[in-house]
């Protein structure tokens, strides 16, 4: 097996990275040493961040479908001209549409599936390669608890979530012997502008009654998990689910 040289510096990608818990991710991996690359479709917005990151050497930002496995293979070519090698993956594209059965279009639902499902199978097929050729590192997929129960509306949005999950199982136990933990987390509800999409008021306030904590979570509290996940410190973790979620899933009930 190849072992990773300590010295190196810590690469990480991260899908979806223009904005909300992406970006947040993106910042954490910087504040930490590492060198980032932000993949994201919306061109704009990530002109746009990756104005507000400043000139640093350690950050590019690169326009990406997840869901195209030629853009993604291309994604990669650029972040190894730029660094050379990658350590670690955070499949966190995603898209969401919250509608009854009935009323979910097989675009919407095709839409849903091949940005959260198969944009992270193709993104950890083309990154995990590479994470294995440098000698192990760690991949963290981000689900949410809408992958953990079934609720009304989320027909497209939940079952990609748990196929997400199982996802990860499956590259979990295939990529162990190769050095690489691959984790997933599932979110609760964090103020983004996909909340501020999908949400409604009445979603909104009984998410305030049934979180334990009484609150929704942040982007900064998604990025440390996630940090922790990709650290030497969750040395031993892999294949693991962890609900990032003020308590919701402890508490039993179903989703608003
Ligand atoms: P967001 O909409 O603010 O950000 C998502 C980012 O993904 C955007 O920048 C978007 O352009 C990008 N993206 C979408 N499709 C893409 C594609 N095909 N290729 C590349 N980039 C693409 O959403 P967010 O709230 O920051 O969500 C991030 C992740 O967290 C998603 O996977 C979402 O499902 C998950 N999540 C969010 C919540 C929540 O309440 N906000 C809860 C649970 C899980």
């Known amino acids: 097996m190849n072992t990773r040289n300590s010295d190196q510096a810590r690469v990480a990608v991260v899908t979806g990275g223009a904005r909300g818990i992406g970006l947040a991710i993106g910042q954490w991996f910087l504040d930490h040493g590492y060198q980032v690359a932000l993949l994201d479709i919306d061109k704009n917005t990530l002109d746009a961040t990756m104005k507000t990151l400043g000139t640093s050497q350690d950050v590019i930002g690169i326009h990406c479908d997840v ?11 650029k972040v190894l001209s730029a660094f050379g090698h990658v350590t670690a993956l955070v499949n966190n594209a995603g898209v969401a549409v919250f509608k009854p059965v009935f009323e979910t279009s097989f675009d919407e639902w095709r839409t849903v599936l091949g940005t959260n499902l198969d944009g992270a199978f193709i993104c950890s097929q083309v990154f995990g390669r590479l994470i294995v050729k440098n000698g192990g590192g760690a991949i963290v997929n981000i689900a949410s608890i809408s992958g953990l129960r079934a609720s009304t509306l989320r027909v497209a949005y939940g079952t990609s979530k748990a196929a997400l999950i199982q996802l990860t199982k499956q590259y979990a136990v295939e990529l162990g012997n190769s050095n690489v933990r691959v984790n ?27 979180i334990p904590l009484g609150r929704y979570g942040t982007p900064e509290e998604m990025a440390n998990t996630v940090g922790f996940l990709c650290s030497n410190e969750a040395a031993f973790i892999n294949g693991q689910v962890l609900a990032v979620d003020g308590g919701f899933e402890a508490t039993g009930v179903g989703l608003p």
């Open 184 to 210: 997933v987390i599932a979110p609760g509800p964090v103020d983004t502008e996909m909340a501020k999409l999908v949400h409604s008021v009445a979603i909104r306030s009984d998410y305030y009654d049934t």
């Open 67 to 77: 869901s195209k496995p030629d853009e993604v293979e291309s994604a990669s070519q």
